[in-house]
């Protein structure tokens, strides 16, 4: 423990500042479906960024990049170091036409949390980091969390660079393009605590009338592309029983998913995305492209799905005379976090007089990525009607400010303040 922290007054968080922060950063990327597009490594994204190390020097921050541009903004310890720090972090790259929220709460939130230090005059016992990790949400690169995976060395950082998207950029270049890969190795920062704030992304804050949910953990996720080969022929003159339709068997497997998931209870299936070749109203389609995402908080159940998903697969091809090939492109275990973190936050929230419950996250984060690493927890705040990854995105600002005092608490519990 430092003098400073004892002799400072208490860091408080500005709830203007941060909803400011927030707002501004909403405004980049603006589009045309009603929300924002960020995708990462985008010329909107390096928009965002650099807003957000413009803050991060603003508020008196050391400010380091690595090499896959993940983004840390530094409040050194009274030790000096970089050594033992506690971080917050998320993410601020979005989908396509995304909310507000989604990883710009984490992250601008750790910036309020390092700023309230700074002002507060407090230094703290070590190093409190704000980190915004790259293509957490892999809409344009896979895998997802790819920023944080490199950083604890889930990914060797060549093999990261080189990952294409769907024109053939890869990481590298897109990384160079906007001049965003920094000078230090991924993973020259491993913390020993690791803090997520994020909107809950889901219904069940919302629905139970909780406050602040206290995240046990995170769900397993399992993405594929799947490609079925068929034949194109006249859509007017091929009897049904001679076709090889690409189309139709990629709406076999969709319509398989979801029985599979009605039927396994806790297993989630998507097909989120869906080309056919040639593309044209009266030809039956020769090539059909599609994703599934899979998820399960059980890693058995969700082992079990793609097996089952493989089997249909290929009885599908045996029955429509299709050749379909898979590649996995995600595969993440679920993740239980650390047990006296979660409770610190349960125990924060009580302290505070806010409601709360237990959960495990159905969405990706950081957090599953730095758990493989260091001490890691979630807080969660609601989503309006459980909407995320769509412009409609909403928590209110009560909610918002509800998060951020939590967060701040924990770090001052664990800290020691
Ligand atoms: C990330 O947002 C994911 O869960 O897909
Ligand atoms: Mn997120
Ligand atoms: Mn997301």
Known sequence: MSSGGKSASRPVVRDDVLLGQIESLASVGLD??????????????????????????????????DRIGNLFGILRGADGGLGNALMIGSHIDTVIHAGPYDGCYGVLSGLAVLRAFR????????PLVVAAF?????????????????AVGGMPLGEALDITDEKGCTVGEALAAIGCSGGEDPGFLLPAEYL????????????????????????GISWWRITIEGKANHAGTTPTNLRHDAGYASAQVSVFLREL??????????VGTIDF??????VIPSKAVFTVDLRDPDGAKLTEAEKRLAAFLEKTALEEGVRILSEHLVRFEPVVFDRELVQAVEETAASKGLSSMRLVSGAGHDAQMMARVCRTAMIFVPSAGGISHSPEEHTSGEDLAAGVEVLLDVVLRVLGF
């Open 196 to 219: 997520e704030l994020h909107v809950e992304q889901g219904p069940r804050l919302d629905a139970e009338k909780k406050r602040i949910g206290v995240v046990e953990g995170v769900q």
């Open 277 to 282: 070749e040639p593309g044209a109203v009266n």
């Open 261 to 270: 998931s009605l039927s396994a209870g806790t297993t989630l299936a998507t």
């Open 32 to 65: 045309s479906g009603g929300g924002r597009t960020r995708l990462a490594l985008s010329e909107s994204e390096k928009e965002g960024r650099d807003l957000v190390a413009q803050w991060m020097e603003d508020a008196g921050l050391e400010v380091r990049t």
């Open 119 to 126: 002002e507060a005059g407090a230094v703290p016992p070590r």
């Open 134 to 150: 790259t293509n957490e949400e892999g809409v344009r690169f896979q895998p997802d969390m790819l920023g944080s995976l490199v």
